[in-house]
Structure formats: structure tokens, C-alpha cells
């Protein structure tokens, strides 16, 4: 059974730091590429950035690019998502996912499993 279990989220204030981890179980974790998306109140959920399967690929939205970094342990089977200068429209819960398919459509939400999530709230 494929678990993804997201930690780190909560309340920061804009301009400060957070890192959220992603802890995935019951898959070959270094097979898969990982993403992390995130999905505000009555947004869709949306791509935030994704990093390759040995982690040489990164690939970010254009409104996180420089202030967000995505890394990974494939020892620990650990993924990561560093918060730098969080802004209030960065407040959603955010997602951490599996993905085997295609590196052109790591962008979508086209991913094999997904974490339950975790909320990140930025006040002003």
C-alpha cells in the first residue's frame, strides 16, 4: 500500500521561511519523479514544482521560481519543499505526489499517487 504522508504545514508570517517534507512508503520511491502541488479555497489545484527521479531535473511555477526549492532523499524516501518569502497567496493546502509517467506532462495532475496534504497559512 502507497502512502504519502505530507508534514511541516501551519501558520508563517510573509517573508519568513517553512519547509514541508513528504514521506512516501510501500512504493521504490526512487522510480517515481515527485511533485508538489497545492490548491487554495475555491482554486483547482496547481502545479508547484516537481523534481526528477535522481533529482537533477527541478522544475518550478513561474510564481514560486526563486523563493521555493524542491529537493530529495531517496535513502529516506523523502521529498521536500523549501518556503522561502512566502507570500498570503501562497496560503493553501499543499500536496505532495508520485509520478512515473512522461517528464512533458510532470506539469499535470497526470501523477500515480497523492498525499492527503497539509495547510500552510502566510499571514501579512
Known amino acids: 500500500q502507497v502512502q504519502l504522508v505530507e508534514s511541516g504545514g501551519g501558520l508563517v508570517q510573509a517573508g519568513g521561511s517553512l519547509r514541508l517534507s513528504c514521506a512516501a512508503s510501500?512504493?521504490?520511491?526512487?522510480?517515481?519523479?515527485m511533485g508538489w502541488f497545492r490548491q487554495a479555497p475555491g482554486k483547482e489545484r496547481e502545479f508547484v514544482g516537481a523534481?526528477?527521479?535522481?533529482?537533477?531535473?527541478?522544475y518550478y511555477a513561474d510564481s514560486v521560481k526563486g523563493r521555493f526549492t524542491i529537493s530529495r532523499d531517496n535513502g529516506k524516501k523523502t521529498v521536500y519543499l523549501q518556503m522561502n518569502s512566502p507570500k498570503p497567496e501562497d496560503t493553501a493546502v499543499y500536496y505532495c505526489?508520485?509520478?512515473?509517467?512522461?517528464?512533458?506532462?510532470?506539469?499535470?495532475?497526470?501523477?500515480?499517487?497523492w498525499g492527503q496534504g497539509t495547510q500552510v497559512t502566510v499571514s501579512s
Open positions: 523534481i526528477a527521479r535522481v533529482g537533477i531535473g527541478r
Open positions: 510501500g512504493l521504490t520511491f526512487s522510480s517515481y519523479a
Open positions: 505526489a508520485a509520478y512515473s509517467g512522461a517528464t512533458q506532462d510532470m506539469r499535470s495532475l497526470k501523477y500515480d499517487y
